[in-house]
Protein backbone atom coordinates (compact mmCIF):
# COMPACT_ATOMS: atom_id res chain seq x y z
CA UNK A 1 0.00 0.00 0.00
CA UNK A 2 2.63 2.43 0.87
CA UNK A 3 4.20 1.80 -2.40
CA UNK A 4 1.14 2.80 -4.15
CA UNK A 5 1.04 5.96 -2.18
CA UNK A 6 4.48 6.55 -3.41
CA UNK A 7 4.40 6.16 -7.02
CA UNK A 8 1.43 7.96 -6.77
CA UNK A 9 3.15 10.61 -5.62
CA UNK A 10 5.94 10.52 -7.81
CA UNK A 11 3.41 10.67 -10.98
CA UNK A 12 1.73 13.27 -9.45
CA UNK A 13 4.92 15.33 -9.69
CA UNK A 14 5.64 14.55 -13.37
CA UNK A 15 1.57 15.21 -14.00
CA UNK A 16 2.20 18.96 -12.11
CA UNK A 17 -1.51 17.78 -10.59
CA UNK A 18 -0.79 20.07 -7.38
CA UNK A 19 -3.91 18.50 -5.99
CA UNK A 20 -3.07 15.07 -6.10
CA UNK A 21 0.51 16.09 -4.75
CA UNK A 22 -0.54 17.85 -1.74
CA UNK A 23 -3.17 15.34 -1.39
CA UNK A 24 -0.64 12.30 -1.02
CA UNK A 25 1.79 14.21 0.75
CA UNK A 26 -0.90 14.49 3.33
CA UNK A 27 -1.56 10.81 3.56
CA UNK A 28 2.14 10.23 3.59
CA UNK A 29 2.41 12.92 6.40
CA UNK A 30 0.05 11.08 8.38
CA UNK A 31 1.12 7.61 7.63
CA UNK A 32 4.90 8.48 8.98
CA UNK A 33 3.26 10.28 12.03
CA UNK A 34 1.51 7.21 13.05
CA UNK A 35 4.62 5.52 12.49
CA UNK A 36 6.48 7.74 14.94
CA UNK A 37 3.64 7.23 17.21
CA UNK A 38 4.19 3.06 16.59
CA UNK A 39 8.23 3.48 17.73
CA UNK A 40 7.67 5.06 20.84
CA UNK A 41 5.31 1.54 21.61
CA UNK A 42 8.21 -0.51 20.21
CA UNK A 43 6.53 -1.15 16.69
CA UNK A 44 8.45 -0.53 13.73
CA UNK A 45 5.90 0.90 11.78
CA UNK A 46 2.10 0.94 10.46
CA UNK A 47 0.76 -2.00 8.79
CA UNK A 48 -1.64 -2.05 5.93
CA UNK A 49 -4.28 -2.00 8.06
CA UNK A 50 -3.10 0.80 9.93
CA UNK A 51 -2.94 2.71 6.54
CA UNK A 52 -6.18 1.86 5.92
CA UNK A 53 -7.95 2.99 9.29
CA UNK A 54 -5.94 6.44 8.46
CA UNK A 55 -7.22 6.86 5.16
CA UNK A 56 -10.68 5.96 6.16
CA UNK A 57 -10.34 8.60 8.77
CA UNK A 58 -9.21 11.42 6.40
CA UNK A 59 -12.47 10.67 4.21
CA UNK A 60 -14.31 10.96 7.28
CA UNK A 61 -12.73 14.44 7.90
CA UNK A 62 -13.37 15.35 4.46
CA UNK A 63 -16.74 14.08 4.21
CA UNK A 64 -17.31 16.30 7.53
CA UNK A 65 -15.58 19.71 6.57
CA UNK A 66 -17.36 19.57 3.23
CA UNK A 67 -20.91 20.04 4.82
CA UNK A 68 -19.62 22.23 6.96
CA UNK A 69 -18.70 24.37 3.73
CA UNK A 70 -21.51 23.78 2.23
CA UNK A 71 -23.86 25.09 4.76
CA UNK A 72 -21.51 27.90 5.04
CA UNK A 73 -22.27 28.78 1.45
CA UNK A 74 -18.46 27.96 0.48
CA UNK A 75 -18.94 26.21 -2.57
CA UNK A 76 -15.21 26.47 -2.92
CA UNK A 77 -14.05 24.78 -0.22
CA UNK A 78 -16.21 22.33 -0.54
CA UNK A 79 -15.21 21.27 -3.89
CA UNK A 80 -11.81 21.16 -2.64
CA UNK A 81 -12.89 18.61 -0.01
CA UNK A 82 -14.73 16.64 -2.44
CA UNK A 83 -11.56 16.34 -4.65
CA UNK A 84 -9.14 15.65 -1.95
CA UNK A 85 -11.92 12.66 -0.42
CA UNK A 86 -11.82 10.99 -4.17
CA UNK A 87 -8.09 10.92 -4.33
CA UNK A 88 -8.11 9.49 -0.66
CA UNK A 89 -10.80 6.74 -1.55
CA UNK A 90 -8.58 5.60 -4.84
CA UNK A 91 -6.42 3.98 -2.27
CA UNK A 92 -8.96 2.48 -0.38
CA UNK A 93 -10.71 -0.83 -1.50
CA UNK A 94 -14.23 -0.65 -3.11
CA UNK A 95 -16.93 0.13 -0.78
CA UNK A 96 -19.63 -2.16 -0.26
CA UNK A 97 -22.78 -1.69 -1.37
CA UNK A 98 -26.01 -1.37 0.90
CA UNK A 99 -27.03 -4.50 -0.06
CA UNK A 100 -23.83 -5.90 0.37
CA UNK A 101 -23.54 -4.35 3.95
CA UNK A 102 -27.05 -5.50 4.49
CA UNK A 103 -25.68 -9.25 3.92
CA UNK A 104 -22.55 -8.82 5.72
CA UNK A 105 -24.38 -7.60 8.74
CA UNK A 106 -27.03 -10.22 8.99
CA UNK A 107 -24.12 -12.90 8.29
CA UNK A 108 -22.39 -11.15 11.14
CA UNK A 109 -25.30 -11.28 13.40
CA UNK A 110 -25.95 -14.68 13.06
CA UNK A 111 -22.21 -15.96 13.02
CA UNK A 112 -22.25 -14.16 16.62
CA UNK A 113 -25.73 -15.50 17.83
CA UNK A 114 -26.20 -11.93 18.63
CA UNK A 115 -29.64 -11.33 19.62
CA UNK A 116 -29.69 -7.75 21.58
CA UNK A 117 -27.86 -4.83 21.75
CA UNK A 118 -25.49 -5.82 24.17
CA UNK A 119 -24.36 -7.87 21.89
CA UNK A 120 -23.45 -5.19 19.43
CA UNK A 121 -19.65 -4.89 20.15
CA UNK A 122 -19.01 -8.74 18.87
CA UNK A 123 -20.39 -7.94 15.83
CA UNK A 124 -19.15 -4.54 14.97
CA UNK A 125 -15.68 -5.95 15.69
CA UNK A 126 -16.54 -9.02 13.08
CA UNK A 127 -17.81 -6.21 10.86
CA UNK A 128 -14.61 -4.04 11.38
CA UNK A 129 -11.86 -7.42 11.04
CA UNK A 130 -13.56 -8.58 8.25
CA UNK A 131 -14.50 -5.23 5.80
CA UNK A 132 -11.64 -3.01 7.04
CA UNK A 133 -11.98 0.52 4.36
CA UNK A 134 -15.23 -1.21 2.94
CA UNK A 135 -18.03 -0.36 5.24
CA UNK A 136 -18.71 3.10 6.83
CA UNK A 137 -18.67 1.58 10.54
CA UNK A 138 -21.76 4.96 10.95
CA UNK A 139 -24.02 3.42 8.61
CA UNK A 140 -23.45 -0.12 9.42
CA UNK A 141 -23.81 0.25 13.22
CA UNK A 142 -26.97 2.15 12.84
CA UNK A 143 -28.02 -1.18 10.64
CA UNK A 144 -26.91 -3.59 13.48
CA UNK A 145 -28.75 -1.47 15.74
CA UNK A 146 -32.00 -2.18 13.65
CA UNK A 147 -31.42 -5.41 13.28
CA UNK A 148 -30.80 -6.30 17.05
CA UNK A 149 -33.89 -4.38 18.08
CA UNK A 150 -32.39 -0.94 18.97
Same mark, same amino acid.
Given at each position: ?? @?? *??????? =??????????? @? &??? *????????? /? !???????? +? !????? &?????? +???????? $? $? +???????????????????? *? *????? %? @???? %??? $??? !???? =? /??????? $??????? &??? /?????????????? &??????? +????
Amino acid at each position: MR @TK *ITENMKQ =AMKDKDSRRLS @T &VRL *INAAIQERD /I !ALRGKGKD +K !ADDEE &VLDILT +KMVKQREE $S $S +KMYREGNRPELEAQELEEMD *I *IREFL %P @TQLT %PEE $SEA !AVSE =A /ISETGAE $SLRDMGK &VMG /ILKERYRGQLDMGV &VGGLVKG +KLGG
